[in-house]
């Protein structure tokens, strides 16, 4: 064989992006032809307009690992990638956009408005999928999908009119979540609460007769315009003789009456409450119980509207509280005000305040399917990992909400609704009508309205497979197997999803969930944009490679917690390719002149055994660590017998038969070189893409594609338990002997002589002696004697299981000298631990100093004690040679 010389440094960027053309050209991301059981993933849609930060980078990391895992475990594997419209947040951007322009969507038109936001969509999306090609991302991109695609369109109007006609979507005039900056209504979910300071305002209420008043504390002073009533709770005896009275509304001529409800809490401000149904979700409930009027006070965006007096009209919400404040201060109506501080909804896309806000939507019924959903779990046809959120899971189901699915939006799926211009009759339709069904009219009119985004997420897994079409895909690939997703989506997409796929196909659209962890900071911040400490996965990809990041986020991801990094952070993985790449270079510039020999034809040595071993017990660990997605196991798996099994070890074991003058000794060694690298670049390639394909293709041991190789799985034939326990013995007294090098500050490289004693039951004492010169080599030992009759005065003992060693340190350091100088040093380290402790005693010094200058001294004393403890321990060690 000729040698193969790779590159002196290890340099990602000379090849990541030809091995990825490499993967693309040959169609080798797309499901295999084979008899197993396919696997099917699909990547949560990130959204159009965004761009891609660390919690997408893990999450497709982790997707990547199972789908080549699997891939290589011969399963037709499937990873079905693709984008979300994201209506709100995709809106937002094209009207920011627009807004440099000095123009509003209303001047541009629906029409012209859509084909500026398929424009930012397409932009945006070439963006994503580059990011996602760049970090290594294997999923099938002939199959890519996005929600608003012709497919996946006509499986929203499909699913929308099925749940019309089964009475599970209505129409009607409700309370809702508004948000006055997006123009459109949210659902519960999507309303994110935040302590706001406030003020809460007692104000008077007069009699209708003129004799006299009542209390009411609000915090929106402003809504008192929608004011139908006012409340006291029926068991508050102060106010049991009021029920039934009226009370003129403050600022107006109206008058509302005094009733009774539960809901009331007689401990809040008065216990008399004011009742506003259009604007206060319990007030809302309380009308109902009481067959009130609701006057909405609001226009849609966020003003105030006719239904109040005209000197408050046109203004926003936060306007016209201060001037209706000033005017019930000017009338002599507020007794009292304070500083409130309370919960208050914001827009989850563009934080502005929620208004509760009365207006005709569209719902979905959910209960039913919240009982179904429930049940999937119950009967564990949905399992999740960690465990711990299937609580999160059920609370959200069992107290569900029916679904507010309208959304003011022009971008989106319109909703598949008509109305009849002739007859008023309503169309709802998959396909566009062109005529009335009741009374053959053309003037249609559709619902301006669009649908929720998650309204074609809950589709996701089946209808990016062609549901509602039983296509191949469908058959051969749903079901699917696993969802790697954040825990804030559990509600918003998890258990729609789960809904969906039971309301219309009935049966679960895959059993695992995985969740992960949130990518925070070193000090445990999330990331964001305020705080400037978000790192961006292709500043990572640039300055470490693909393999550094992906190994890094994988060996970190212990499951059920967060991760917490920084740019350093990904050294860890850097390092490791390093080092696969210099020992992996080192082992091909030794094949020069040598013969490739059948590995399975080698007879194999205790080293050999013991490799081999270690190999199937690296397999095995992996394999229990990805069934139960323990991801960071998996990884450690790898480093443990890569870096330590065969590098620290089994490599430099085998440098002299490669240096050998025998060439059969060198061809049969670099024989078991090359297949060892060849399985440990299949063991790896899940969880190090590139690097293992780049080593793999050079190889002249191999000639298959390594994404689609064969995953090493455990072996019987390669158990090898004594060989493992003799090679781990010989481990112990390498480590304990440079141990103990260390503690007495003698150099590795410093050599002295060591004695080996065993009794005839040591189960490695044939291994010791047959392998004195390595071990020597291992502990750096001008000379090894194995013997049990040595002399071994003066030598210092280290225990060892089934044998003993005696290290001649006096060969290396003047124990007396090295003892005096200990003394000075101690001596030094208590005086000045005396010095901190006085201080830290002073009473004055711990009332005045600031609290940086005593958490100084608090270091230094744990300083100085750490260093005292140590040269205490090494002075013991040192006075027993004597």
Same mark, same amino acid.
């Given at each position: 064989?000729?040698?193969?010389?790779?590159?002196?440094?290890?340099?990602?960027?000379?090849?990541?992006?030809?091995?990825?053309?490499?993967?693309?050209?040959?169609?080798?991301?797309?499901?295999?032809?084979?008899?197993?059981?396919?696997?099917?993933?699909?990547?949560?849609?990130?959204?159009?307009?965004?761009?891609?930060?660390?919690?997408?980078?893990?999450?497709?990391?982790?997707?990547?690992?199972?789908?080549?895992?699997?891939?290589?475990?011969?399963?037709?594997?499937?990873?079905?990638?693709?984008?979300?419209?994201?209506?709100?947040?995709?809106?937002?951007?094209?009207?920011?956009?627009?807004?440099?322009?000095?123009?509003?969507?209303?001047?541009?038109?629906?029409?012209? =408005?859509?084909?500026? @936001?398929?424009?930012?969509?397409?932009?945006?999306?070439?963006?994503?999928?580059?990011?996602?090609?760049?970090?290594?991302?294997?999923?099938?991109?002939?199959?890519?999908?996005?929600?608003?695609?012709?497919?996946?369109?006509?499986?929203?109007?499909?699913?929308?009119?099925?749940?019309?006609?089964?009475?599970?979507?209505?129409?009607?005039?409700?309370?809702?979540?508004?948000?006055?900056?997006?123009?459109?209504?949210?659902?519960?979910?999507?309303?994110?609460?935040?302590?706001?300071?406030?003020?809460?305002?007692?104000?008077?209420?007069?009699?209708?007769?003129?004799?006299?008043?009542?209390?009411?504390?609000?915090?929106?002073?402003?809504?008192?315009?929608?004011?139908?009533?006012?409340?006291?709770?029926?068991?508050?005896?102060?106010?049991?003789?009021?029920?039934?009275?009226?009370?003129?509304?403050?600022?107006?001529?109206?008058?509302?009456?005094?009733?009774?409800?539960?809901?009331?809490?007689?401990?809040?401000?008065?216990?008399?409450?004011?009742?506003?149904?259009?604007?206060?979700?319990?007030?809302?409930?309380?009308?109902?119980?009481?067959?009130?009027?609701?006057?909405?006070?609001?226009?849609?965006?966020?003003?105030?509207?006719?239904?109040?007096?005209?000197?408050?009209?046109?203004?926003?919400?936060?306007?016209?509280?201060?001037?209706?404040?000033?005017?019930?201060?000017?009338?002599?109506?507020?007794?009292?005000?304070?500083?409130?501080?309370?919960?208050?909804?914001?827009?989850?896309?563009?934080?502005?305040?929620?208004?509760?806000?009365?207006?005709?939507?569209?719902?979905?019924?959910?209960?039913?399917?919240?009982?179904?959903?429930?049940?999937?779990?119950?009967?564990?046809?949905?399992?999740?990992?960690?465990?711990?959120?299937?609580?999160?899971?059920?609370?959200?189901?069992?107290?569900?909400?029916?679904?507010?699915?309208?959304?003011?939006?022009?971008?989106?799926?319109?909703?598949?609704?008509?109305?009849?211009?002739?007859?008023?009759?309503?169309?709802?339709?998959?396909?566009?009508?062109?005529?009335?069904?009741?009374?053959?009219?053309?003037?249609?009119?559709?619902?301006?309205?669009?649908?929720?985004?998650?309204?074609?997420?809950?589709?996701?897994?089946?209808?990016?497979?062609?549901?509602?079409?039983?296509?191949?895909?469908?058959?051969?690939?749903?079901?699917?197997?696993?969802?790697? @997703?954040?825990?804030?989506?559990?509600?918003?997409?998890?258990?729609?999803?789960?809904?969906?796929?039971?309301?219309?196909?009935?049966?679960?659209?895959?059993?695992?969930?995985?969740?992960?962890?949130?990518?925070?900071?070193?000090?445990?911040?999330?990331?964001?944009?305020?705080?400037?400490?978000?790192?961006?996965?292709?500043?990572?990809?640039?300055?470490?490679?693909?393999?550094?990041?992906?190994?890094?986020?994988?060996?970190?991801?212990?499951?059920?917690?967060?991760?917490?990094?920084?740019?350093?952070?990904?050294?860890?993985?850097?390092?490791?390719?390093?080092?696969?790449?210099?020992?992996?270079?080192?082992?091909?510039?030794?094949?020069?002149?040598?013969?490739?020999?059948?590995?399975?034809?080698?007879?194999?040595? @205790?080293?050999?055994?013991?490799?081999?071993?270690?190999?199937?017990?690296?397999?095995?660990?992996?394999?229990?660590?990805?069934?139960?997605?323990?991801?960071?196991? #998996?990884?450690?798996?790898?480093?443990?017998?890569?870096?330590?099994?065969?590098?620290?070890?089994?490599?430099?074991?085998?440098?002299?038969?490669?240096?050998?003058?025998?060439?059969?000794?060198?061809?049969?060694?670099?024989?078991?070189?090359?297949?060892?690298?060849?399985?440990?670049?299949?063991?790896?390639?899940?969880?190090?893409?590139?690097?293992?394909?780049?080593?793999?293709?050079?190889?002249?041991?191999?000639?298959?594609?390594?994404? @689609?190789?064969?995953?090493?799985?455990?072996?019987?034939?390669?158990?090898?338990?004594?060989?493992?326990?003799?090679?781990?013995?010989?481990?112990? #007294?390498?480590?304990?002997?440079?141990?103990?090098?260390?503690?007495?500050?003698?150099?590795?490289?410093?050599?002295?002589?060591?004695?080996?004693?065993?009794?005839?039951? =040591?189960?490695?004492?044939?291994?010791?002696?047959?392998?004195?010169?390595?071990?020597?080599?291992?502990?750096?030992?001008?000379?090894?004697?194995?013997?049990?009759?040595?002399?071994?005065?003066?030598?210092?003992?280290?225990?060892?299981?089934?044998?003993?060693?005696?290290?001649?340190?006096?060969?290396?350091?003047?124990?007396?000298?090295?003892?005096?100088?200990?003394?000075?040093?101690?001596?030094?380290?208590?005086? #000045?631990?005396?010095?901190?402790? #006085?201080?830290?005693?002073?009473?004055?010094?711990?009332?005045?100093?600031?609290?940086?200058?005593?958490?100084?001294?608090?270091?230094?004393?744990?300083?100085?004690?750490?260093?005292?403890?140590?040269?205490?321990?090494?002075?013991?060690?040192?006075?027993?040679?004597?």
């Amino acid at each position: 064989m000729k040698a193969v010389v790779l590159s002196k440094a290890y340099d990602p960027k000379t090849f990541e992006d030809r091995i990825y053309a490499k993967w693309l050209e040959k169609g080798l991301f797309a499901p295999q032809s084979g008899e197993g059981k396919p696997f099917t993933i699909v990547m949560p849609p990130p959204n159009v307009t965004g761009i891609l930060h660390m919690g997408h980078a893990l999450n497709n990391s982790l997707q990547d690992i199972l789908a080549r895992y699997w891939r290589m475990k011969g399963r037709p594997t499937l990873w079905l990638p693709g984008t979300d419209h994201a209506g709100i947040a995709t809106q937002n951007v094209v009207e920011r956009e627009i807004a440099k322009e000095g123009l509003r969507r209303q001047d541009l038109g629906r029409e012209r =408005f859509l084909e500026r @936001t398929w424009l930012v969509k397409e932009r945006h999306h070439a963006i994503i999928k580059e990011q996602l090609e760049k970090i290594g991302s294997s999923c099938d991109w002939s199959r890519e999908r996005f929600t608003m695609d012709e497919g996946l369109s006509r499986a929203v109007r499909e699913a929308f009119v099925t749940l019309y006609e089964r009475d599970l979507i209505y129409k009607g005039e409700y309370l809702v979540n508004y948000c006055p900056k997006c123009g459109t209504a949210l659902a519960d979910d999507e309303v994110e609460y935040q302590e706001v300071a406030g003020s809460l305002w007692n104000v008077r209420y007069p009699y209708s007769d003129g004799n006299g008043f009542i209390t009411v504390a609000t915090t929106r002073p402003e809504t008192m315009f929608g004011d139908v009533a006012v409340a006291v709770n029926p068991t508050d005896e102060r106010y049991l003789h009021l029920i039934g009275q009226m009370v003129r509304l403050p600022l107006t001529e109206r008058e509302i009456p005094i009733i009774a409800d539960s809901f009331v809490d007689k401990e809040f401000g008065t216990g008399m409450v004011k009742i506003t149904p259009a604007h206060d979700p319990n007030d809302y409930q309380a009308g109902i119980r009481h067959n009130l009027e609701r006057i909405n006070v609001l226009n849609a965006d966020g003003t105030l509207n006719e239904h109040v007096p005209a000197s408050y009209q046109g203004l926003s919400a936060a306007k016209a509280r201060a001037l209706v404040v000033k005017d019930l201060e000017a009338g002599g109506y507020i007794t009292a005000a304070k500083e409130h501080r309370h919960e208050v909804g914001h827009c989850y896309r563009c934080s502005t305040i929620i208004e509760p806000y009365l207006s005709n939507q569209w719902f979905v019924r959910m209960q039913g399917m919240a009982q179904k959903a429930l049940k999937a779990h119950q009967d564990a046809k949905v399992v999740f990992y960690p465990r711990r959120w299937e609580n999160t899971y059920t609370h959200w189901l069992e107290n569900i909400h029916d679904w507010c699915i309208s959304r003011q939006l022009w971008w989106g799926h319109r909703i598949p609704v008509w109305e009849c211009a002739t007859c008023g009759q309503r169309i709802v339709s998959v396909d566009d009508p062109t005529s009335c069904p009741h009374c053959a009219g053309s003037d249609l009119l559709q619902e301006t309205d669009v649908l929720d985004t998650w309204f074609s997420s809950w589709l996701w897994p089946f209808s990016t497979l062609g549901w509602p079409d039983k296509s191949a895909d469908m058959q051969t690939f749903f079901p699917t197997n696993t969802l790697v @997703t954040g825990y804030d989506i559990i509600f918003f997409w998890v258990s729609r999803m789960i809904m969906a796929s039971l309301e219309f196909l009935d049966q679960v659209p895959f059993r695992d969930i995985y969740i992960t962890g949130l990518v925070r900071d070193r000090q445990g911040r999330k990331m964001s944009k305020s705080l400037g400490n978000g790192i961006d996965p292709l500043e990572v990809v640039d300055q470490y490679g693909a393999d550094a990041m992906k190994f890094t986020l994988c060996y970190m991801a212990t499951q059920g917690q967060d991760i917490l990094i920084d740019m350093d952070s990904f050294k860890l993985g850097s390092r490791f390719a390093n080092k696969v790449w210099n020992a992996t270079r080192f082992i091909l510039m030794n094949l020069e002149g040598t013969t490739l020999i059948d590995p399975s034809t080698i007879e194999h040595t @205790t080293l050999d055994r013991w490799i081999y071993h270690q190999l199937n017990n690296a397999a095995r660990q992996i394999e229990e660590a990805m069934a139960s997605y323990k991801f960071n196991e #998996a990884a450690q798996a790898i480093y443990d017998f890569f870096w330590n099994d065969f590098c620290d070890w089994y490599v430099e074991s085998a440098k002299r038969n490669l240096y050998s003058d025998q060439s059969a000794q060198k061809s049969r060694q670099v024989s078991l070189l090359l297949d060892l690298l060849a399985h440990s670049m299949r063991l790896m390639h899940p969880f190090a893409s590139f690097i293992s394909d780049e080593i793999y293709s050079q190889l002249p041991n191999v000639d298959d594609e390594l994404i @689609t190789a064969p995953y090493p799985v455990w072996r019987s034939e390669w158990v090898s338990e004594d060989d493992a326990l003799i090679v781990s013995r010989m481990q112990e #007294a390498v480590t304990a002997i440079r141990a103990l090098k260390a503690e007495l500050s003698i150099p590795a490289e410093r050599k002295l002589s060591v004695v080996i004693k065993s009794d005839e039951t =040591f189960i490695g004492r044939t291994f010791f002696a047959e392998q004195r010169e390595l071990i020597a080599s291992f502990i750096g030992a001008s000379k090894l004697v194995i013997d049990q009759d040595s002399d071994t005065g003066g030598a210092v003992p280290v225990a060892g299981s089934g044998y003993e060693s005696f290290v001649f340190v006096g060969e290396a350091i003047d124990v007396n000298a090295e003892i005096a100088k200990l003394k000075g040093e101690l001596a030094k380290s208590e005086q #000045a631990l005396s010095i901190v402790l #006085a201080k830290l005693a002073n009473e004055k010094f711990m009332a005045n100093a600031k609290a940086e200058a005593i958490e100084k001294e608090v270091a230094k004393r744990a300083e100085f004690e750490e260093r005292i403890e140590k040269t205490t321990k090494h002075l013991a060690l040192l006075a027993s040679f004597i």
